[in-house]
């Protein structure tokens, strides 16, 4: 992936003063994934919404994420999360070891279409997913273009 979209330093440097608040509604959440279904948040900053889904039941969640600050925070903000430092964007897990992959606002992130495809791919064949029809895709907030916030395989 080229450095322009490989942003460590940038959130290194704001980790400690970034907020996000996007949200995830449950209710369409819930209806894809299980609480005890392996849940990894890709690019999960702090790991705001890893603590938000074990706060709402689920028990299994990863976050990954490029900055080490940002791993820090989430380490010294909640307790018990399991957040894992990405050093690239290749996941250091097995194919099919999650059944759903949250990404809020990560793709926004990544300043251009190569470094967007390049990621979605990682997760597409981190997922082993062939097509559209083994997937479900929603977006958190509801608007369609912004397709690939969440993917989760089908049950």
């Known amino acids: 992936m080229h450095t322009l979209d490989w942003q460590v330093s940038y959130w290194d440097s704001v980790a400690d003063k970034k907020t996000f608040s996007h949200t995830i509604q449950m209710d369409r959440f819930r209806a894809l994934v299980g609480p005890q279904d392996r849940i990894l948040d890709y690019g999960c900053g702090y790991g705001r919404t890893c603590a938000f889904l074990q706060d709402h039941g689920y028990t299994d969640v990863t976050g990954v994420e490029i900055s080490k600050e940002m791993i820090q925070r989430g380490n010294r903000t ?14 250091p897990f097995a194919d099919n070891h999650f059944a759903a992959c949250t990404l809020l606002a990560v ?35 509801g608007n369609d273009a912004k397709i690939f916030q969440f993917i989760a395989k089908k049950p």
């Open 78 to 91: 909640y307790e018990g999360l399991h957040l894992l430092h990405l050093e690239d964007p290749r996941l």
């Open 107 to 141: 793709l926004t992130c990544v300043p251009t279409d190569t470094g967007q495809k390049t990621m979605i791919h990682e997760l597409l064949t981190g997922f082993e997913i062939l097509n559209e029809e083994t997937i479900d895709i929603l977006t958190m907030n």
